[in-house]
């Protein structure tokens, strides 16, 4: 069996680092626009040769790892070309839009639309790494417009990659990550331009950050290439999960400065309530314990 | 040597077992005005004995780690008993009112202004533990007002605690943490708030979250006990960081509508700058090798 990774990646490349633990995978065949990407990969052993989307006529499984805007465009040209029994995923970070175009392909039942929620800061071939999806959520959308015996394909490679799946359809999936990833993501680029924009003049004065600081910014320092193109297909869930953080800011703020700190007391109480939410989420994402408690061992802590 | 400790909380009781390695410390006395948490803080052998603060007139070392907004005052009665011999610093997270309020007493020189820039999010004497301060930074304001015996007193004790000190004046004290800690707080408090919010119905689809989610929202945990008095004491700094922030936010909202991608890319560019820093903050927080190489040993890492 071949498989075929277009954008040797972060997200791309640990696939292809995954796809050679199946016994029936042959061959790796990597596509990538960037010559050094795709000089590099193939230096780190990750694919067997580097081609052009128009050779992926011999590929079982297509893997398409690239910025969401340019997704549905690349998974239209590998459905020209694919066998009749093989088939194409993509792992973007929005749905909606790839999956309108895609629709309108004839082969549509070859693709599955699949977002593994899974990553790290860092990019390019060199970020690649074994285990990255073990434990982690996958969503599959739309997967009923999938050939069943394609989505079984896709079953077994999202097994082997160690993934738990998760199903909705395409717009309710981008109105979802809206909320509990994307404004983590503009909550965090924005929190560190504000912070490095004040003290520009005395950066010495990031000595006082604790890990609490570092914690809440960590996010500032995602790629700008992935995240563009990710907001530009999430405008309108982003631009309202982004209207709901300022006036929650703002009323903050009126509170803040009438000093009426029995509201602000409370409005944090009700925060709060994400406790258990987040030990929750610590829970599923694969560690044996919850990730709090691996914090406070390793004496991961908050300033005050 | 007598040790007395006020506020038997994380903070204060972890600064009484760092006391004990002395071999000066002869006693350690407790107050706290939740009888339960000296009760407590008894049994877990953090104390020796509980007190009232007018017994404090024996010991020689006064800790007070209370809200913020009690730290004043009850300073204040603990330099009306304390003898010539002894010297009280406190813990707290603002220093300016603080240093306002103590300035006025006549035994000004016998207190040191304090801020251990250490935490975690839980509270209360059970979650005091050893090691706490290790390595991270303890900021010491408007040190020449404090009798220089009593100064050296004070540095002893924090290398006993194995922390690196820092000196400005309160106000600069209150500025720059406005900046670097309590807007971070800010930030997530309310980005929990509004996630919960919006998905107040579908609580399930938390299980999208990723480590990146959790990592920006885990200070919405912090203690609305601690902080309510902070935001108040810390009104006008915070006001200032809070308006920049929500004009960060507005302006990528704008960005965003206007589908300006190159420009929220550039945005996001400047933001990346502060990885660097992030980098330093790690290092700098005690740990032999940057925290960020730890994440990524421990599989933390940012969902996409």
Request: hydrophobic share 40%; aromatic share 6%.
């Given at each position: 069996?071949?498989?075929?990774?277009?954008?040797?990646?972060?997200?791309?490349g640990?696939?292809?680092?995954?796809?050679?633990?199946?016994?029936?995978?042959?061959?790796?065949?990597?596509?990538?626009?960037?010559?050094?990407?795709?000089?590099?990969?193939?230096?780190?052993?990750?694919?067997?040769?580097?081609?052009?989307?128009?050779?992926?006529?011999?590929?079982?499984?297509?893997?398409?790892?690239?910025?969401?805007?340019?997704?549905?465009?690349?998974?239209?040209?590998?459905?020209?070309?694919?066998?009749?029994e093989?088939?194409?995923?993509?792992s973007?970070?929005?749905?909606?839009?790839?999956?309108?175009?895609?629709?309108?392909?004839?082969?549509?039942?070859?693709?599955?639309?699949?977002?593994?929620?899974?990553?790290?800061?860092?990019?390019?071939?060199?970020?690649?790494?074994?285990?990255?999806?073990?434990?982690?959520?996958n969503?599959?959308?739309?997967?009923?417009?999938?050939?069943?015996?394609?989505?079984?394909?896709?079953?077994?490679?999202?097994?082997?990659?160690?993934?738990?799946?998760?199903f909705?359809n395409?717009?309710d999936?981008?109105?979802?990550?809206?909320?509990?990833?994307?404004?983590?993501?503009?909550?965090?680029?924005?929190?560190?331009?504000?912070?490095?924009?004040?003290?520009?003049?005395?950066?010495?004065?990031?000595?006082?950050a604790?890990?609490?600081?570092?914690?809440?910014?960590?996010?500032?320092?995602?790629?700008?290439?992935?995240?563009?193109?990710?907001?530009?297909?999430?405008?309108?869930?982003?631009?309202?999960?982004?209207?709901e953080?300022?006036?929650?800011?703002?009323?903050?703020?009126?509170?803040?400065?009438?000093k009426?700190?029995?509201?602000?007391?409370?409005?944090?109480?009700?925060?709060?309530?994400?406790?258990?939410?987040?030990?929750?989420?610590?829970?599923?994402?694969?560690?044996?314990?919850?990730?709090?408690?691996?914090?406070?061992?390793?004496?991961?802590?908050?300033?005050?």
């Amino acid at each position: 069996m071949i498989v075929a990774v277009i954008g040797l990646g972060l997200i791309g490349g640990s696939m292809a680092i995954e796809s050679r633990k199946s016994a029936e995978v042959t061959k790796i065949l990597g596509v990538d626009h960037h010559p050094q990407h795709a000089q590099e990969a193939l230096e780190l052993g990750l694919v067997d040769e580097i081609v052009s989307i128009d050779q992926l006529g011999v590929a079982d499984q297509v893997i398409v790892s690239i910025p969401v805007n340019r997704i549905g465009e690349v998974v239209m040209q590998v459905l020209d070309v694919l066998h009749p029994e093989a088939w194409v995923m993509d792992s973007g970070s929005t749905k909606a839009a790839t999956c309108r175009l895609v629709d309108t392909h004839s082969k549509r039942n070859q693709y599955l639309a699949a977002h593994p929620i899974a990553g790290t800061e860092n990019s390019g071939p060199s970020a690649a790494h074994e285990g990255l999806f073990a434990g982690k959520t996958n969503i599959i959308c739309d997967h009923e417009k999938t050939d069943s015996r394609f989505f079984e394909h896709a079953q077994a490679f999202f097994s082997l990659l160690g993934m738990k799946s998760v199903f909705m359809n395409a717009e309710d999936h981008d109105k979802h990550v809206a909320y509990v990833s994307h404004l983590s993501h503009v909550s965090s680029f924005l929190l560190g331009q504000t912070v490095m924009d004040i003290e520009k003049d005395e950066r010495n004065i990031f000595a006082l950050a604790g890990s609490g600081f570092e914690s809440t910014v960590r996010l500032a320092k995602s790629s700008p290439d992935m995240w563009a193109p990710i907001f530009e297909q999430n405008t309108e869930h982003l631009g309202r999960a982004l209207q709901e953080y300022i006036m929650h800011l703002q009323k903050f703020q009126y509170l803040l400065m009438k000093k009426d700190t029995q509201a602000l007391h409370q409005l944090m109480s009700e925060a709060n309530k994400i406790r258990p939410v987040l030990q929750g989420i610590a829970l599923q994402n694969g560690s044996k314990e919850a990730k709090s408690t691996q914090y406070a061992k390793m004496g991961l802590d908050i300033d005050s």
